[in-house]
């Protein structure tokens, strides 16, 4: 993965040219680790056509070493990382405009930039790293390739387990086991587990409420390798659907396969969302689709692009992405079915690969 980091951080600094800037400061873990593998919870990342510093304290010292020293130079802060960075900022020559995040940047840090940091002219800068991160390379469609089947065979399982009785509670744990007995690292998000008519809140977090034959089961989870993660939604039934509930799961799986067909690199968002709503609104569900069709993933089970009704920005050759169009009835229920896609330069790949059938769970 070492090529690939200093392939990005040469990316980096290409941007940082084009934005008249000596340096950047990356304060984001999610960017911290993209750029240089660090996997850790404190560090500071600063960033110049020159040099590449990561300054992070001791308990990071032989994780920091291991996973950045061949992209970066580590420095261990025994007191503050901020003390850190401005005895580094002050041995270096030709840096005065400096980027930072200032997405991610929380007001007391702001603080110190105007105060701590006077000496030098801090520009906020937006997406410099997040808009690197939507193009995927081999290695990170690899890695949410693997978590997806990761998720694939933890939600196999799950589903084999689910009795009538079980409340929402107790299939999230198995759900949970058996992610990791899977080999997921973490939970990239706590997962929605909904029954009955709580299957149309589309957030749902899991409840004591017991499901029950002829109800309607979501499950929206994801699995995580090397720090990439999968989403994945799919919605079954206890025992025997009746045709409403298959009509409905019929309209949003028609919703899924379209937009999943259809889906290409160089699309605007919300051209790829009307892939999927104008099916919905054929059959007269279009209200019943209220949120966006999806979203990238990667490094976060949210980032760059979006696909959504307003959605204007250009889906990037190599960008994964989520698809997840939904119909939410208040108070019957609702039906989700949400794969990963990779939009390949050549075409897409589907990296999800588990059945979109209405089961029936005896």
């Known amino acids: 993965m070492s090529g690939a980091r200093t392939h990005r951080l040469a990316a980096l600094v290409e941007r940082l040219v084009a934005h008249h800037l000596d340096g950047v400061l990356i304060t984001a873990p999610p960017n911290i680790r993209y750029l240089t593998g660090f996997s850790g919870s404190n560090a500071l990342l600063f960033a110049s056509a020159r040099e590449v510093h990561l300054i992070t304290d001791f308990r990071y010292k032989t994780q920091a070493a291991v996973e950045s020293s ?3 130079s580590v420095r261990i802060e025994e007191s503050s990382l901020w003390a850190g960075l401005w005895k580094l900022l002050a041995t270096m020559t ?8 200032s997405a991610h940047l929380p007001h007391r840090d702001f603080q110190r930039l105007l105060e701590q940091g006077d000496r030098w002219h801090w520009r906020p800068a937006t997406e410099l790293v997040e808009d690197l991160r939507s193009r995927k390379d081999a290695g990170e469609v690899a890695l949410i390739r693997a978590a997806g089947a990761i998720a694939m065979q933890a939600l196999q399982e799950t589903l084999s387990g689910v009795r009538a009785g079980m409340s929402e509670l107790d299939i999230c744990g198995d759900l949970e086991r058996a992610l990791r007995r899977a080999g997921s690292d973490a939970h990239p998000f706590a997962p929605i587990v909904a029954t009955g008519p709580r299957s149309a809140l589309p957030h ?12 309607f089961l979501l499950l929206d989870f994801g699995a995580s390798t090397g720090g990439y993660c ?3 939604t799919r919605t079954v039934v206890l025992g025997r659907a009746d045709s409403r509930q298959r009509e409905t799961h019929e309209a949003v799986q028609e919703a899924n396969r379209v937009a999943r067909v259809g889906i290409r690199a160089g699309m605007l968002g919300r051209e790829g969302d009307a892939l999927a709503r104008s099916v919905l609104e054929a059959r007269g569900m279009g209200e019943l689709f209220g949120h966006g069709l999806g979203h990238g993933i990667g490094l976060q089970v949210h980032e760059a692009p979006r696909l959504s009704r307003l959605a204007e920005e250009v889906l990037p050759p190599g960008s994964v992405v989520t698809i997840e169009p939904g119909v939410y009835v208040p108070e019957w229920g609702g039906v ?3 794969d990963d896609v990779h939009l390949g330069a050549d075409g897409t790949e589907l990296l999800t690969d588990f059945t ?3 089961l029936e769970l005896s």
Do not use: K, N, Y
């Not at 030709?94 to 995040?101: L, T």
């Not at 749902?204 to 109800?215: N, Y």
């Open 356 to 358: 979109r059938e209405l």
């Open 94 to 101: 030709g840096v005065e405009a400096i980027g930072f995040e």
């Open 336 to 338: 989700r079915i949400e």
């Open 70 to 72: 061949d992209v970066a």
């Open 230 to 232: 999968s989403d994945v």
């Open 204 to 215: 749902a977090r899991a409840s004591t409420r017991a499901i029950a034959p002829g109800e």
